[in-house]
């Protein structure tokens, strides 16, 4: 204070940001970014959706929100509140043993969105009724899960088993969390897991069709 | 028009309805029903609503409601627009090979929501955003199909059993009808029950639990 000595009104002090930048702390950019991004895909979906075009609704440079962010689908995922990004964690899922690879999945899956709680299941509320917000989550889903057919379920259905695992999963999420159906509500996450696990192990690595190898 | 000479307002003739019974055609009075069972059931629930609850509220006798409808589960699936009564068609399930009950089960149900179209699936939709129409579904569910447990997976984790085969069919209708995720969205039924059948067939009568027997 003993510097303002003439009277003038306060000014900020000059800093090393660079020209074009947001000035603001960062807190308030990440959450400017975080709106911009939320408004951004409920109205074109998650493929329409750029890192380009939410930086300009949020008025901050793209490069900014990579650095706050990483990619698209972290953003996404940042913006949504979910836990964790699972693609993220699919990428070393050749690290686990391929009959395991089902239950590995079922925790994943199960602890974004029922630990993770209610941020994860409104996106399945709101998708339930606003045909945007479907398209949306549709299309998450498919970058996040059911491109990772190549690997995790390798050949012509690859993309059908894991809609089919993905559809047992979100089943029981809703099940539990929307309907509250018994006894899926006071089952704990390692029932569930103890007994979905085959079932989407099935789906990757077993004969899809009824008798046929 | 010629028997009105006297000027006084046209009157109905005298008809031979029991005293008591609300006047009017069978297809209004029907309609006056349907739409009372709506509002009840979104009210108070599956459980709680009663026949003579909704006749009070169309101003029927109970018995008329019965007449027309049969019983509450009857009266809620023609409420709805469901195509037909799930329960009704568990009936018979004894006549079918157990080790096809998975296939015939995952028939019916994808034949309610899928062929029925979007009646069934709307109650899916208004569940997810509203609290009391998630209460009323789940208990036409557990009325419908859990309660079946008994007959359909003896023992002691019947229940179980069913709510998961019910989450596996629940989340590929929603996955197909509501996200539009492909490839389900694009799968015929036959296609979709030769997938998920033996899910189904699995949850009635193998093991549940990885490994043990």
Redesign the interface.
């Known amino acids: 204070m003993g510097d303002m000595t003439n009277g003038s009104p306060p000014t900020t002090r000059p800093t090393d940001r660079p020209v074009g930048r947001r000035p603001g702390d960062p807190a308030t950019t990440k959450a400017t970014i975080l709106e911009a991004a939320r408004t951004r895909f409920s109205e074109v979906g998650f493929d329409r959706a750029t890192i380009r075009s939410i930086a300009t609704s949020a008025d901050v440079d793209p490069a900014l929100v990579i650095h706050h962010f990483g990619g698209k689908r972290q953003l996404f995922v940042a913006a949504h509140e979910l836990p964790f990004d699972p693609a993220e964690l699919l990428a070393d899922i050749d690290t686990v043993p391929s009959n395991q690879r089902g ?1 590995h999945i079922c925790r994943l899956y199960l602890s974004m969105m029922v630990i993770g709680g209610s941020p994860a299941v409104s996106l ?6 606003n045909d945007n917000a ?2 949306m ?2 299309q998450f ?2 970058s996040a899960f ?1 491109s990772h057919a190549p690997t995790l379920a390798p050949g012509p259905e690859g ?2 088993r894991l ?2 695992a ?7 999420v ?3 969390e ?7 509500a006071t ?1 704990t996450i390692n029932e569930l897991v ?6 989407i192990q ?1 789906y990757l690595d077993e004969p ?3 008798d046929a190898p």
């Open positions: 239950a399945l509320r709101t998708a339930a009724t479907a398209e989550l549709r889903i498919t059911i993309e059908r809609a089919l993905g559809a047992q999963m979100m089943g029981v809703f099940g539990r929307v309907l509250k159906l018994e006894p899926l089952a103890d007994a979905i696990a085959p079932t099935r899809l069709h009824g």
